[in-house]
């Protein structure tokens, strides 16, 4: 390769959301831009992640007739991030995240829907919302992509049905309600006869949804740009000349490579959530860095930190918490490996309790995830391990499901064999399946179901946030997130801790520049995505609040690219 092939304007390491996000903003500005990827597939967390964005005052929302308060969202995420609440950064967010979908849906074929009603988890703190805020990428076709196709990173097994992924919201509803109602029915029926046809004739479902659209629409709009991406490319260091970031050395084809750049080198790596070293010193509940489960991609070992660390970054390791919570159960797949199945609304559904290995309940069920899992390890503070227990009786187990066991027609007789799913023909029986005391199930269960009959959970307040009742059933009266446990036999699923990805990153300003300790840039360096320190001071307010500043700061940074002087390409 000659020193002119080898020189760009900007150099972006990683393919998820925040850094193709940069890479397109900064092409559309006219910059020369390269993007490496460790991993052989591309779209990173994004492709395995349900697509939602959470970004206000969107265009989107304002056609739902959302229009809300201009300090609405800035009171909430000060409320939601406390004492790490970082005000230039959420400004640039609020204020760039609506341009930034205009940017991408007026420019790209990166297309997003907003749901009328998806309310911010905290929806009644001060400035949280009903709705308006949290919007999911439109289905995409994968032929669009061409060859490419292969390339794309596959979405979480556990999340998919017959391989087919499913899209959230009224697609979900269907699905759930296909032996309920003949309009369900006939959706169900007819997405599953396009799915295996086109299984048929390319090998592969070919409706992409959530994350995977999101990584496909993304990577479709960077082969508009003319953008190359080379995959298999892990970044080994940063190149610096007088304090300046000039570039980096890849591993391409086994073989060390100096990449050189004008403008600069964004960091967009994913985050840490497969670095044990790393757990180790930020997650309380992982003493040793293995108690913790993720979906995420194993590639994500946290090399854009370690590089931003190596010039001169740094990470603040007192953020509350140091990633994105989430309950998770481990499933045995077919081929004897382990999957990762997260759980996000089953808790939240009428009949299901979570209890500890003291056989009690501990939380309210249908909070958010990151949530729900604060809880468990205050909970468990002292116990050997973080665990719980979510139960459940038959009847709600064939009608909702639980974790990775499908509901009503599939068949569960695989997650018994396996493990994964404990039974027992009464509660005292079940209780001896998973070891936990049966007075104490049988106390927690009878209590529960008390409070399903009046609607009202005395002791947790389950179905008492807007948040809860939108992830329950509404056809369930008087409150959709209870119902007895009352007809055996019963089922239990054991939860672990786990993320979705991580939110203690690299300190940067508000142009997505890495920060020094003494609060200056380190020039020609940028990090977005989880890479970067999260916007949201450790907690989660709706959903989205990964990709919406994904997606938007990766923007920033592009339009800082493309903004500010290039360098020469020699001394």
Aim: proline share 7%; net charge neutral; with cysteine.
């Amino acid at each position: 390769m000659s020193e002119q092939e080898s020189m760009y304007d900007v150099l972006v390491i990683g393919t998820g959301a925040s850094g193709m996000s940069a890479a397109i903003t900064a092409a559309h500005q006219g910059l020369k831009v390269l993007v490496v990827e460790k991993a052989p597939v591309y779209g990173g967390t994004t492709a395995r992640s349900g697509g939602w964005l959470w970004i206000p005052g969107t265009e989107l929302a304002k056609q739902q007739g959302i229009h809300e308060p201009v300090d609405a969202a800035r009171s909430y995420l000060q409320h939601e991030a406390r004492t790490h609440f970082d005000a230039d950064r959420v400004t640039a967010f609020i204020e760039n995240g609506p341009q930034a979908i205009d940017f991408f849906t007026n420019n790209t074929c990166v297309q997003f829907d907003m749901p009328a009603v998806f309310p911010d988890y905290h929806a009644e703190a001060p400035g949280g919302q009903p709705g308006g805020r949290s919007m999911v990428t439109r289905p995409f076709d994968a032929r669009e992509l061409g060859q490419h196709v292969a390339q794309l990173a596959p979405p979480v097994p556990e999340l998919t049905v017959f391989g087919m992924m499913l899209g959230s919201g009224k697609e979900l509803w269907h699905f759930l309600r296909a032996f309920k109602s003949l309009e369900s029915f006939w959706y169900v029926a007819k997405r599953f006869g396009k799915h295996f046809a086109d299984v048929l004739q390319h090998g592969r479902g070919m409706t992409l949804t959530n994350g995977n659209a999101l990584a496909g629409r993304l990577f479709k709009a960077g082969l508009d740009l003319g953008i190359p991406v080379w995959l298999n490319c892990p970044a080994q260091k940063l190149i610096t000349d007088q304090g300046r970031v000039v570039g980096a050395t890849v591993v391409r084809e086994g073989q060390p490579t100096d990449l050189r750049v004008r403008r600069g080198v964004v960091l967009a790596c994913g985050g840490f959530p497969h670095d044990i070293e790393r757990r180790k010193q930020l997650f309380p509940h992982a003493p040793t860095g293995h108690e913790h489960f993720t979906p995420s991609p194993t590639p994500n070992t946290g090399d854009g930190l370690r590089l931003g660390e190596s010039v001169g970054g740094w990470v603040d390791p007192t953020i509350p918490n140091a990633a994105a919570w989430c309950p998770t159960s481990i499933v045995k797949r077919k081929d004897g490996t382990d999957g990762v199945m997260p759980h996000f609304i089953d808790r939240a559904k009428p009949g299901v309790i979570a209890v500890t290995a003291q056989g009690r309940r501990f939380t309210n069920e249908a909070l958010s995830y990151h949530d729900f899992i604060q809880d468990l390890v205050k909970a468990c503070a002292g116990s050997p391990a973080v665990n719980c227990w979510l139960v459940c009786d038959h009847a709600h187990l064939r009608e909702y499901g639980m974790g990775a066991v499908a509901p009503f027609p599939l068949p569960i007789g695989k997650h018994l064999k396996s493990g994964y799913l404990k039974r027992g023909g009464s509660l005292q029986a079940l209780a001896q399946a998973i070891g936990v005391p049966p007075d104490a199930l049988q106390e927690e269960v009878e209590a529960f179901n008390r409070d399903a009959i009046s609607g009202t959970d005395t002791r947790f307040a389950k179905g008492s946030t807007a948040y809860n009742r939108y992830q329950g059933d509404a056809l369930v009266k008087p409150n959709p997130c209870m119902a007895p446990i009352q007809h055996g036999p019963f089922y239990a699923i054991q939860v672990v801790v786990g993320d979705i990805g991580t939110f203690a990153g690299l300190a940067t300003d508000r142009h997505c520049r890495v920060l020094q300790k003494d609060g200056q840039p380190v020039p020609g360096l940028f990090a977005v995505g989880n890479d970067a320190a999260s916007i949201m001071g450790g907690n989660y307010p709706g959903a989205g609040i990964t990709l919406g500043p994904a997606l938007t700061f990766g923007y920033i940074a592009g339009r800082a690219l493309a903004n500010q002087a290039a360098l020469p390409t020699s001394a």
